[in-house]
């Protein structure tokens, strides 16, 4: 056996291991969410690849239970924080409390300090509030007063939105957009499902208890793994032509030139190979096939595609656009 041969031998016998909890995982999970694969595996595709989540469906589809069994099923800090127009940053990182027996200020931490936060209906917040949330995601530390705090490690934010045409509802920032790693769509379930659903759920008892199976630990381990999954040096380029394809269609001849006001960033083309490594080692292999990209390409890119008004008028969709980009970029 040659060296190279040796060395993927000993990957396969790695990710096999690492995966194993996230499998016993969704096992946990799916004893109380039904159907909704995508979902649960984007939620884990995050935890891999150290990346936020944004979850967009209306009320009812069990966006909140499903981050919520996620969160059980793990053995970690978890705080769920609703957004409300009247929230303030302090509610979310902290303040400065005056104690006056000592004469001095103390820092009081909010519940952003957790492992796993779940920001539900995030897009229900006010601008401030946003702004609190985006340097916690992207620096992974917040301020208060004048102090600076590191945040713990792992740190995931999972966040749910309803659509922006319902009532009380308000666009996110692009910036804060792009830092989410993954966009989530949940639709609703089948009538099959909807039947598991109404078997499973329809009584006064609750849900079944998720057992913790894992460990922050082995989080952190399986993304050092996930690191070492191979990817073919084609595949990187298709990652990279299917993004840079969004901002010149005329690179292999996309038809969106009118559709898309403006393409997606490099953070685009990063979070792709990452969520591409993370579907393969969730599959059990230590190597990224082409159908890999293709399956995570749609989580990645469609929340950072920016539509014009001739695609809003025509009713295309952000899916849409990379179905198009899809089929149009040769596959390795």
């Known amino acids: 056996m040659s060296t190279s041969q040796r060395d993927i031998t000993e990957l396969e016998r790695q990710v096999e291991a690492a995966s194993k909890p996230f499998r016993t995982l969704v096992e946990q999970m799916q004893r109380v969410i039904v159907g909704q694969d ?4 984007g939620l884990l595709s995050g935890l891999l690849m150290n990346g936020h989540v944004l979850i967009e469906g209306v009320p009812g589809l069990a966006k909140t239970t499903a981050v919520s069994c996620l969160a059980a099923g793990i053995r970690t800090d978890f705080r769920r924080i609703q957004f409300t127009p009247d ?4 509610d979310l990182v ?16 909010g519940p952003i300090f957790a492992n796993i936060i779940l920001a539900d209906e995030i897009n229900r917040a006010p601008a401030k ?4 949330l985006l340097e916690a995601m992207q620096e992974r530390q917040v301020t208060i007063g004048e102090e600076t705090f590191k945040l713990p490690d792992p740190f995931l934010v999972l966040a749910t939105q309803n659509p922006i045409e319902q009532e009380g509802t308000y666009p996110l920032p692009e910036a804060q957009v792009d830092r989410f790693a993954l966009k989530v769509t949940v639709d609703y379930p089948t009538p099959k499902q909807e039947r598991q659903i109404l078997d499973r759920m329809a009584r006064t008892s609750g849900a079944a208890e998720i057992s ?9 381990h399986a993304r050092s793994v996930v690191d070492q999954v191979h990817m073919d040096d084609r595949i990187k380029d298709y990652c990279v032509e299917l993004v840079v394809s ?15 006001q403006y393409g997606c960033s490099p953070r685009a ?4 190979a990452l969520a591409s490594k993370a579907k393969a080692f969730l599959a059990g292999r230590g190597y990224v096939v082409p159908q890999d990209v293709k399956d995570m390409a749609r989580l990645v890119l469609r929340h950072r595609i920016g539509l014009s008004y001739e695609a809003e008028a025509l009713e295309k969709r952000p899916d849409d656009i990379v179905q198009v980009l899809l089929d149009h970029v040769p596959v390795p």
């Open 129 to 132: 509030v946003q702004s609190a």
């Open 38 to 41: 995508d979902l649960i595996e």
């Open 212 to 220: 913790a199976v894992m460990r922050p630990e082995d989080i952190v």
């Open 94 to 109: 902290g303040t400065m409390i005056y104690r006056p027996n000592t004469g001095e200020f103390t820092v009081k931490r």
């Open 87 to 90: 929230l303030l940053p302090a």
């Open 269 to 272: 083309t990063i979070a792709l």
């Open 246 to 260: 969004t901002r010149d269609p005329g690179m292999h001849k996309v038809p969106i030139k009118d559709l898309v």
